[in-house]
C-alpha cells in the first residue's frame, strides 16, 4: 500500500530514520539502501528469529511533486501459503491455511500500526504543504 502526504519534508532521511527505528523494535533487521538520497530510498525490513512476521517487508520512501510519499510491500508469502492451504486443506487439516492466515492477520497489524504511528510522525514535522 501507497501513501502520498501533501507535505515536502526538508530531508527524506528524517522518515527514514523513524521507519527503521519502528522495525528494530519490532525485531527486524534493516537495511537501507539510498537511490537517490534527496529523491528516494528503499528501507527492507528482514525478520529475524525474535520477529513475530516471518516475511520480508520492503518500504520506498520518496520526494514526489507533491509532497512526500512512502510505498509499504510486503512480500506474498501470506497470500501465496493461503491459496496453497485450500489445496491441501482436505489432506492436512487446513494446518497450512490456517498458519498462513494467522501470518496474514499479524502482517495487516503490522501494517496498520506503521501507518497509524507514520502518520502521527509526519503530522508532526516541520515541512512545506504544498
Do not use: C
Not at 519502528?22 to 537517490?36: H, I, L
Amino acid at each position: 500500500m501507497q501513501y502520498e502526504w501533501l507535505k515536502k519534508l526538508p530531508n527524506l532521511e528524517i522518515v527514514v530514520d523513524y521507519i527503521e527505528e519502528f522495525f528494530r523494535k519490532k525485531n527486524f533487521a534493516v537495511e537501507t539502501s539510498p537511490q537517490d538520497v534527496k529523491t528516494k530510498i528503499r528501507i527492507l525490513a528482514l525478520p529475524t528469529e525474535k520477529s513475530e512476521i516471518g516475511q520480508l517487508i520492503r518500504i520506498e520512501v520518496s520526494e514526489t511533486l507533491k509532497g512526500t510519499s512512502v510505498d509499504f510491500m510486503p512480500t506474498s508469502r501470506a497470500d501465496e501459503s493461503i491459496r496453497l492451504g485450500m489445496l491441501t486443506q482436505m489432506m492436512f487439516g487446513g494446518l497450512l491455511m490456517a498458519k498462513s492466515a494467522n501470518t496474514k492477520e499479524k502482517l495487516d497489524a503490522l501494517e496498520t500500526e506503521f501507518w497509524n504511528d507514520l502518520q502521527e510522525f509526519i503530522a508532526s514535522q516541520h515541512g512545506q504543504v504544498t
